[in-house]
């Protein structure tokens, strides 16, 4: 939960669901990400959730070079935390999708707790006249497509990248028996708090954007870990991205906001970089009489190792 009324900002910068097509403004190119994160951590964003992309088509690309040529960048210019993605991109084996985290040992990365169908086919029915060949057909692909995280994989990534790189974990729970699959695991003794639990809303596969779903999400997140011992976030694809994170902030949530999650500011309107997003949202944030949490803030929560022990 959110501590001392303070609200942890995390951007998802440019992520791999969305693609060139859709938006002028997705961060694409080494210097568009870079030149992003710099601008959003600016704006009140505390942790920057990364991905990277092929710099000539935009297509996602799990290189430890292309992370490379803007990870140093954003740490000299921020102290924001710097999140890493172990999702990577559709069709990705699970040893692509963390090469560049194992590369470069961050203070955290991205863990999605199980296994789902990701459906993004539904984007090919907005007729958009696609710049590349590979956008519409990675978006069909997902019609026959499960994201694999199995339990053997999240062990893995457990223990190679908590246990042997002191990473902490953003744990992405897209529905409801994710928070079950965590539960296993603190159970186990693998997983120990604080942890940041992510719940994600409105994924075509996961739990949808109803918010009588966050509501029980919170409930029983309470029940399987204790308030106390978790930090809990909230993100919304699309058109529900303000609207849900602004109520999970009243609920007593961190929120997530980004181009990975929504290309939008408001209905109709394209936002025009991260930075207006995380200055929309802090700026609620502040209106509901919150602070929002600094890096060190953020970093002391959450136990992160610092930012002085990565390897970028």
């Known amino acids: 939960m959110a501590k001392d009324g303070k609200v942890i900002i995390t951007c998802a910068v440019t992520g791999a669901i969305h693609t060139p097509t859709m938006s002028p403004h997705l961060p694409i190119t080494p210097d568009e990400v870079a030149q992003d994160a710099i601008a959003a951590a600016e704006a009140g964003a505390s942790i920057l959730h990364l ?38 991109g559709h069709g990705m084996t699970l040893e692509e999708r963390c090469q560049a985290a194992l590369a470069v040992s961050p203070e955290m990365t991205s863990l999605n707790m199980g296994s789902m169908n ?40 457990l223990k190679t990248l908590g246990e042997e790189h002191g990473v902490r974990f953003e744990f992405e729970c897209y529905d409801m028996g994710h928070l079950y699959n965590l539960a296993h695991f603190v159970d ?6 604080p942890f940041f639990v992510q719940t994600i809303f409105g994924i075509l596969g996961g739990i949808g954007a109803d918010l009588e779903n966050l509501g029980h ?19 919304a694809a699309g058109r529900h991205q303000m609207n849900f994170v602004t109520t999970g902030a009243i609920m007593g949530g961190n929120v997530r906001v980004g181009l990975e999650d929504s290309l939008y500011l408001g209905k109709g309107q ?9 200055a929309k949202i802090k700026r609620i944030v502040e209106d509901l009489s919150l602070e929002v949490a600094t890096p060190t803030e953020a970093r002391e929560r959450l136990a992160l190792k610092g930012g002085d022990m990565v390897k970028f």
Request: net charge negative.
């Open 188 to 193: 186990r003794g693998l997983i120990e708090p």
């Open 51 to 88: 991905h990277a992309r092929d710099p000539e088509d935009g297509s996602p690309t799990p290189s430890p070079d292309v992370f490379m040529d803007f990870l140093p960048r954003i740490k000299q210019a921020t102290d924001a935390v710097v999140n890493i993605t172990t999702g990577g």
């Open 270 to 278: 394209l936002a025009e970089s991260n930075a207006d997003q995380v």
């Open 118 to 157: 990701f459906g993004l086919f539904p984007i090919l029915d907005k007729g958009y006249d696609w710049k590349h060949q590979w956008e519409p057909e990675y978006l069909e692909m997902t019609r026959d497509f499960i994201f694999r995280n199995t339990f053997k994989d999240i062990e893995w990534v």
């Open 217 to 235: 999400m919170r409930r029983i997140a309470n029940k399987l870990f204790g308030e106390e011992n978790y930090e809990w976030s909230i993100l």
